[in-house]
């Protein structure tokens, strides 16, 4: 097992997987509402793929893994997932590129409260990392025909003990 | 002018005009991630029209209006728009029923922070309402071709002043 200090999530570190959700000044910036509203326009690239899918919205209520010993990934291989946090606090992402999983490709990343992250289509991560408390999670992503999920359990020594 | 008291959303009370996104006992409920995730399911029929519109995700941030004096409704007549608290505010929803527009059928509402509401295509509502400070929603609505929003101004009769 290795151990693994998780590192700022920002939209460049993260580009290979998806993409963070945030109020930023790299996002398109339409002034609407008469002045009241900001829109920070298409933040996530929201994939249903081409067999009948449709785009779902979910909450999810997620509690801590205590330690963060990460031993399971998972994958959707028909459409991106996107996760928005609602209560305030940050949560570890922790991924790896699509294709082969490669134990020694998994980035752990941490999420602040203000930032959502959108997984592409087929890329590993880990499920879902609050952290300090129960927290619920804006879900969005796809439901339709065909299998939209595979997992891999990992052996000892490819699993990661995230350190805080 | 006319004054309302906002009422508190309800599922019950919204059915017309959409889905409240909260997590309730009226969701369907699966857990997942070896039991450290609830999920509520599929919480907002999410439109996006057949006319070649794709779902997208935003954020908005919204000043409040102060007074709340409503005099401009609005309606996306190719697709949903679903708006989510993301800093633990409570908002105001003021809808009123698909065609023609009546003021008297105006009807407004007080969201605690942790419900969303998603407006179904057509459906008349005021522009995003924060109350307390300037806060960000998350926001699910409809990109594609075509003219996807109408505006009507409400004379001074009309106007609705929402009191606290």
Request: glycine share 8%; proline share 9%.
């Amino acid at each position: 097992m290795r151990e693994v200090i998780p590192q700022p999530l920002t939209a460049d570190a993260f580009a290979p997987f998806g993409e963070v959700i945030e109020a930023s000044d790299r996002a398109e910036q339409i002034a609407i509402n008469y002045g009241f509203t900001t829109r920070f326009n298409d933040l996530a690239d929201v994939d249903v793929g081409d067999e009948g899918g449709r785009a779902i919205v979910s909450l999810f209520r997620a509690r801590p893994l205590d330690p963060p010993r990460l031993k399971i990934f998972e994958r959707h291989p028909l459409g991106s997932q996107a996760f928005v946090p609602l209560q305030g606090r940050p949560y570890l992402v922790a991924v790896a590129p699509p294709g082969g999983f490669d134990p020694a490709a998994v980035q752990v990343f941490r999420a602040a409260a203000y930032q959502g992250v959108n997984y592409r289509k087929g890329v590993w991560h880990h499920f879902l990392l609050a952290l300090e408390a129960e927290s619920d999670f804006l879900v969005i992503d796809r439901a339709g025909p065909g299998e939209n999920l595979d997992e891999i359990d990992l052996a000892e020594p490819d699993q990661i003990l995230v350190r805080p």
